[in-house]
């Protein structure tokens, strides 16, 4: 009678590692130094390696804690007044030619990142010193062109505010073409609206 061969049984090898606590730990402190997208990237590698597939793709709603920490790196820097762009950053990067162009800028400094949508010239004058700016010949007089100009308007108390004209102008810098555009846009506007309706001509019966 012929006796079957004991088939040989593969057993997996045991971990030296006393328990999962451990494995999790020396894992953790070997990934710390990593880069965010590295340690993303291994894994995936070893979740492929092991068959369990890829981890959860970043669409897939993240544990609160998790998506607080996430969240505050790309949150936009108007959040935190630590990472708010100083005047001189700001006025760098629109590059105004004219004294009213630097009105506008600051003006609309001011509104957006110190909260003071109502300023007087003394206010802009300030500013523009924080900047770095070259002084102005007449503070006043550059702040009444750009009333005149449409980029700011009368506000309270005798303080002045950034007109909506005014915020589209700012945010179009530095690229002069398109802020000379916008302008051109406002004009159009309000040369329609002054313009008086055309009334048709009635026939005679």
């Known amino acids: 009678m012929e006796i079957e061969k004991e088939q040989p049984i593969e057993e997996a090898t045991q971990s030296p590692v006393a328990n ?6 020396k ?18 590698t070893v979740c492929t390696f092991f068959g369990f597939g890829r981890p959860p793709s970043s669409q897939s709603a993240p544990p609160s804690g998790l998506a607080k920490q996430t ?6 820097f108007r959040f935190s007044e630590n990472e ?7 006025m760098a990067e629109k590059s105004p030619i004219t004294d009213v162009e630097r009105v506008a800028c600051l003006a609309f400094y001011l ?3 110190r909260s003071m949508p109502h300023f007087k010239t003394k206010d802009i004058n300030e500013l523009n010193t924080e900047a ?16 005149n100009a449409g980029f700011l308007v009368p506000s309270v108390k005798g303080c002045k505010q950034l007109s909506a004209d005014g915020e589209q102008y700012v945010l179009a810098l530095p690229d002069q073409n398109a802020a ?26």
């Open 71 to 76: 969240a505050e790196p790309t949150a936009h």
């Open 20 to 25: 999962d606590a451990e494995v999790l730990q």
């Open 132 to 147: 770095a700016q070259r002084r102005f010949s007449n503070a006043a007089f550059a702040v009444v062109n750009a009333t």
């Open 180 to 205: 000379r555009e916008a302008m051109e846009r406002v004009k159009r506007r309000r040369n329609n609206k002054r313009s008086p309706n055309k009334v048709e001509n009635v026939p005679k019966k």
């Open 111 to 113: 509104t957006q990142y």
């Open 27 to 44: 894992i953790i402190s070997e990934m710390a130094p990593l880069s965010p997208e590295t340690r993303r990237r291994m894994i995936e």
């Open 84 to 90: 708010l762009p100083s005047p001189k950053q700001f």
